[in-house]
T-cell receptor, first 112, second 115 residues
Framework: EAQVTQNPRYLITVTGKKLTVTCSQN?????MSWYRQDPGLGLRQIYY???????DKGDVPEGYKVSRKEKRNFPLILESPSPNQTSLYFC???????????FGPGTRLTVL | GDSVTQMEGPVTLSEEAFLTINCTYT??????LFWYVQYPGEGLQLLLK?????DKGSNKGFEATYRKETTSFHLEKGSVQVSDSAVYFC??????????????FGKGTKLSVKP
């Protein structure tokens, strides 16, 4: 089944404890992206990647890192999480041949 | 910069009522326009899209027409069902420079349909 998977789905952590949220897609898509969803703000893009080893900042990149060493994986790294990073995070992917993105199920992160 | 504005929610309707969710946009160039739907506890799913002016996207009884003259992409459905209860997001893709394909979303409109 073609899909975007994220792990974990739920995470509660404490300020300053490094964490990684994984994202994987099995559709051989070149483009991948991370968004955060906050009430009243909709979805905002954090980082995106046009292909392996090519990443760029989105609209709200502060406090986040990403890497794209393999085509299928695009992990989101929070080196020192803070409470204002409490949010619902979505990973998405698409092939370069289309502008339709496919979203993962989301990761709900709480930073205490 | 590019932006999407959609009507504030929540919207509460009775089953079989007519639905309109307004969406307007500001964009450089000629973006594609999208409606995504998020059912409770799930990720976003593409509902419909339109890629150029006067195109009509449609799916599951929902429709939206790309209106360049009014920079709008309003979502409509003639008769809603309880199962349509969800959050609806209007979005456009940035289509210039190095940002091709990056989506800009509206804030979302929560729809509740009562039996």
């Amino acid at each position: 089944e073609a899909q975007v998977t994220q792990n974990p789905r739920y995470l509660i952590t404490v300020t300053g404890k490094k964490l990684t949220v994984t994202c994987s897609q099995n559709m051989n898509h070149e483009y991948m992206s991370w968004y955060r969803q906050d009430p009243g703000l909709g979805l905002r893009q954090i980082y995106y990647s046009m292909n392996v080893e090519v990443t760029d900042k989105g609209d709200v990149p502060e406090g986040y890192k990403v890497s794209r060493k393999e085509k299928r994986n695009f992990p989101l790294i929070l080196e020192s999480p803070s409470p204002n990073q409490t949010s619902l995070y979505f990973c998405a992917s698409r092939p370069t041949s289309t502008d339709t993105q496919y979203f993962g199920p989301g990761t709900r992160l709480t930073v205490l | 910069g590019d932006s999407v504005t959609q009507m504030e929610g929540p919207v509460t309707l009775s089953e079989e009522a007519f639905l309109t969710i307004n969406c307007t946009y500001t964009a450089t160039g000629y973006p594609s326009l999208f409606w995504y739907v998020q059912y409770p506890g799930e990720g976003l799913q593409l509902l419909l899209k339109a890629t150029k002016a006067d195109d009509k996207g449609s799916n599951k009884g929902f429709e939206a027409t790309y209106r360049k003259e009014t920079t709008s992409f309003h979502l409509e459905k003639g008769s809603v069902q309880v199962s349509d209860s969800a959050v609806y997001f209007c979005a456009l893709n940035r289509n210039y420079g190095g940002s091709q394909g990056n989506l800009i979303f509206g804030k979302g409109t929560k729809l509740s349909v009562k039996p």
